[in-house]
Each structure stands twice: as structure tokens, then as C-alpha cells.
């Protein structure tokens, strides 16, 4: 994911969005210019609490080794809570 080794990704298919944490966003080196202002409606968690995204970025990611590499675009909505994955790719990805 932009050119760094993640670890730590949750799939879930359960997801309707693919979510990066504030954390995976800075060890990515990336910056406010990278974000898109986010005018959508605010995630809501499976427990009912609501967070606003900061916006969202567009990034390359590979999936897969050797003959079974695939890269797709991915549009991540980038949040600041924490949580013990760096982000969780969801059912569209």
C-alpha cells in the first residue's frame, strides 16, 4: 500500500467502506494535502457510535504473492480513533 509492507488488515465483508486509521496514515507519510474533503454521512460502528471522517484518499494496493498479485485502486475514508488494525478493507474492495 503505497509502496509500505501493512500488516494488521481487517477484511470484512460485513464493511461497506474501506476505513484507514489516523495511525496507518502517518506511518504512510502521508499529509492533509493527500486527503479529499469527505461530504457523506458519518460511519456509524456496530456498537451505534458515529465518527466523522477527516476525508479520504485514493491509493494503490497489492494483494496476494508472486503469480497471484493483484493491485486495485482503493478509496480509504481515514478516521482518528484508535483500534488495534490499521484498516479494514471491506466487502466493495
Known sequence: MA???VHRILVDQGSSCDVM???????????QENLV???GYDLQGF????????????LIVT?????SL?????QFLVVDC?????CIIGRTT
Open 3 to 5: 509502496n509500505f509492507d
Open 21 to 31: 486509521y489516523s495511525g496507518l496514515f502517518k506511518t504512510l507519510q502521508l499529509t
Open 37 to 39: 474533503p469527505y461530504v
Open 47 to 58: 456498537n451505534g457510535s458515529t465518527t466523522k471522517p477527516r476525508g479520504y484518499v485514493d
Open 63 to 67: 494483494f496476494g504473492e508472486d503469480e
Open 70 to 74: 493483484k493491485s486495485v485502486r482503493v
Open 82 to 86: 484508535p483500534s488495534l488494525y490499521n
